[in-house]
């Protein structure tokens, strides 16, 4: 009965711990078609145009689009403190949808805790990024899912900066478009 009684005390944290966990989902209208779109998040000049917080720049990304492949890009901030980040790819259908794991990375691609940029332990070492891109009045509509986030201030830094970055891809578009 011990026994019993132990397992369901372990059992609870972890079932009250998941249920904290929670999906970020934004979207935008983009003037632009579906495969222009769709590169401007898989081809790394395009990256580099827009794939930051306000006040940040993306110096560096590399793409490796195939299922497998790795997604390695740095975002500095205006101190000039680097922050890099990796996705591995778990699904491409070009022009409609991505997939991939997130996590921050060294400058050579390897996963380093999140602990090294001041999160807390909360934060989860891997997130599952799912993008989709629609037809929407001879536009796009993209759609962002930011997977297994607990539910703290930082998640709602994390929001800020997606809506920041997907802001400044609203505009990269508003600007080649005039």
Same mark, same amino acid.
């Given at each position: 009965?011990?026994?019993?009684?132990?397992?369901?005390?372990?059992?609870?944290?972890?079932?009250?711990?998941?249920?904290?966990?929670? +999906?970020? +989902?934004?979207?935008?209208?983009?003037?632009?078609?579906?495969?222009?779109?769709?590169?401007?998040? +898989?081809?790394?000049?395009?990256?580099?145009?827009?794939?930051?917080?306000?006040?940040?720049?993306?110096?560096?990304?590399?793409?490796?689009?195939?299922?497998?492949?790795? @997604?390695?890009?740095?975002?500095?901030?205006?101190?000039?403190?680097?922050?890099?980040?990796?996705?591995?790819?778990?699904?491409?259908?070009?022009?409609?949808?991505?997939?991939?794991?997130?996590? @921050?990375?060294?400058?050579?691609?390897?996963?380093?805790?999140?602990?090294?940029?001041?999160?807390?332990?909360?934060?989860?070492?891997?997130?599952?990024? +799912?993008?989709? @891109?629609?037809?929407?009045?001879?536009?796009?509509?993209?759609?962002?899912?930011?997977?297994?986030?607990?539910?703290?201030?930082?998640?709602?830094?994390?929001?800020?900066?997606?809506?920041?970055?997907?802001?400044?891809?609203?505009?990269?578009?508003?600007?080649?478009?005039?």
């Amino acid at each position: 009965m011990m026994d019993k009684t132990h397992k369901k005390r372990n059992e609870t944290p972890k079932a009250a711990k998941a249920s904290k966990l929670q +999906t970020l +989902t934004l979207s935008r209208i983009v003037n632009a078609s579906r495969d222009k779109v769709f590169k401007a998040w +898989t081809e790394p000049s395009q990256i580099m145009r827009w794939w930051r917080p306000k006040g940040f720049t993306c110096p560096s990304c590399k793409v490796d689009l195939r299922v497998g492949g790795t @997604f390695l890009y740095c975002m500095r901030s205006p101190e000039g403190k680097d922050f890099w980040g990796r996705g591995i790819y778990q699904e491409i259908v070009p022009g409609q949808k991505l997939v991939y794991v997130d996590s @921050f990375a060294d400058e050579t691609g390897n996963q380093i805790s999140p602990s090294t940029h001041g999160l807390s332990a909360e934060w989860p070492a891997e997130s599952r990024i +799912t993008v989709t @891109f629609a037809d929407e009045n001879n536009k796009t509509k993209v759609t962002l899912q930011h997977a297994d986030l607990p539910d703290s201030a930082e998640s709602e830094m994390c929001k800020t900066g997606w809506n920041e970055m997907l802001d400044q891809l609203v505009e990269n578009f508003s600007k080649s478009a005039r």
